[in-house]
């Protein structure tokens, strides 16, 4: 479980030393999201479901944001933006509800609600 976890803090220490000097860390990098993860306390079998199912939220944002941008109706993106997280979150509650406890559930809830938070002004 660690492994995955140490891996991913061992890279945010770098980018924390020089890359994130240029760029802001992402929201899934940030010190307090990490650790919301680390709580969860996820099996080495649940870790690969896990990242699919954050990879896969990240990437509905992405899309769902870039597909905003293309439209011709640029009034009141941010609430949009909102809703269209709440939906690609909804995609990541199921997906993570196929595999998690009853007991890591409450904590899954405050690793998104944490690492949702920390996008907020991201796009």
Do not use: W
């Amino acid at each position: 479980m660690f492994r995955f976890f140490a891996g991913v803090v061992g890279l945010s220490l770098l980018a924390a030393q020089g890359v994130a000097a240029e760029q802001p860390t992402p929201a899934f990098m940030q010190k307090d999201v990490l650790k919301a993860a680390l709580e969860i306390g996820l099996t080495e079998e649940q870790q690969p479901k896990f990242r699919d199912g954050v990879t896969n939220f990240m990437n509905c944002r992405i899309a769902a944001f870039n597909r905003l941008m293309k439209g011709r109706d640029q009034v009141d993106i941010e609430r949009k933006m909102k809703s269209k997280t709440k939906g690609c979150a909804k995609g990541m509650n199921k997906a993570m509800g196929e595999f998690l406890t009853e007991e890591q559930m409450p904590k899954y809830e405050h690793y998104r609600e944490t690492l949702i938070d920390n996008m907020k002004g991201m796009g």
